[in-house]
């Protein structure tokens, strides 16, 4: 199947930046979400980034004009009904993600393809809520999208050759590389950095060392560009509590029980940069 127009459900931070490479490299996007604010704001992102690649000489004017207008916004599901792959890159909780997916079955033609962009939830699982699991993969970007290279692809269980080929092609044509991975929690990105931050923070709990000190070691023993506390504020707290319980549920193994002092700071609301307060303080002067 050759893909032209692609769905794309949420405008946040992931779904506005798949939106902008996919634009950029000559896919036309529909860019779904809640309210037309939340749509708005996607837009908008997206403008800016393209701006910056004008810019630093990456993009011309023209070309950034012509990849805006294969952009278009909607808050309407059902103006996806054509679309050939539809991406999902709502809030990572399977409920809010099988919604969608019901949404999407009801509307898109019975050939599309559906992907989410789940870092951790079964695509086993989400893909069982569609009647059309073959049609159905991971396709997972990292944050920044415009900048990190990497795709990770996950084929479910039921995922066909030509789906998972579709995929690739996709990341791909969009700059990125894909690296295929089986359908395990985590995959293979968060089974192995989650794990490490959820270990850092049980070295800063049991006071082996502070979290500059930690945070230190790892970025000038182990050239990390940024330490594990950091990346975890980076990332969201909540993100990274969310994603050690797919692990824990997912293995049933207690390696991967959550540290309880990450568990204490989502329940104060510190959350990282966006709540102002993580392992560092954020808030403005
Ligand atoms: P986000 O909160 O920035 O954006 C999610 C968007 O989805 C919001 O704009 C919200 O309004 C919208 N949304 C929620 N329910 C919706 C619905 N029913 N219909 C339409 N839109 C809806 O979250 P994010 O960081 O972009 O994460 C999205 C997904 O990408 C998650 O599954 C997350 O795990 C994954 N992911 C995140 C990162 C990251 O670093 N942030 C990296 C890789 C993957």
Redo the contacts with the bound molecule.
Sequence with gaps: MTIRLVGI?????????IAQVLVRNGYSVVL????QE?VG??AERISRGLARDVEKGRLTAEEKQQAESRLKTTVE?SDLASVDIAI?????EFE??A??FR?LEAVCRPEALFA??????SITRLAGVTKRPAQFAGL????PVPVMKLVEIVPGLDTAEETVAAAEQIATSAGKTPIRVRDFPGFISNRLLMPMINEAVYALMEGVASAEGVDGVMKLGMNHPMGPLELAD???LD?CL??MKVLYEGFHDSKYRPCPLLEKMVEAGRLGRKSGKGFYNYAKA
């Design positions: 459900v949420g405008a946040g931070t992931m779904g506005h930046g779904h979400d809640t309210t939340l704001r996607g599901i999902e890159a709502v809030t990572e809010v993600k919604e969608v949404s989410s962009n789940t870092s951790s939830i997972h970007f990292f944050n980076l990332i969201g993100v969310d994603i």
